[in-house]
């Protein structure tokens, strides 16, 4: 996936890095896609109780290989569009970590 492309998604933040994200529930699997220069999560959680948020955070802490601890949804709780911070790290290390975990479209 184009590093490049990612890092004008991420922004910088006091304590990390910002992603946006849209989220599709009820997916067949789990994965991150570069669509039309859109981050794109699918997941199979429903977007009930938390579920899907709750995958997101898991799928991203593992791609970043941070703590779940470290990744927290700032924007978008009900909402399928996410802004996502990731604590502790630069957005050129989150992009390249991205793109090796994001699944081409």
Do not use: C
């Amino acid at each position: 996936m184009n590093k490049e492309v990612i890092l004008r998604l991420l922004e910088e933040s006091r304590r990390g890095t910002r992603i946006r994200v849209y989220v599709k529930p009820d997916s067949n699997r789990d994965a991150l896609v570069l669509e039309e220069d859109e981050l794109v999560f699918y997941t199979e959680e429903p977007p009930v109780q938390g579920r899907a948020n709750a995958a997101l955070v898991r799928f991203i802490a593992r791609a970043l290989g941070v703590n779940p601890g470290k990744v927290e949804i700032v924007h978008g709780l009900r909402d399928r569009v996410k802004i996502v911070e990731v604590e502790g790290l630069d957005p050129e290390t989150v992009a390249e970590r991205l793109a090796e975990a994001a699944e081409p479209w």
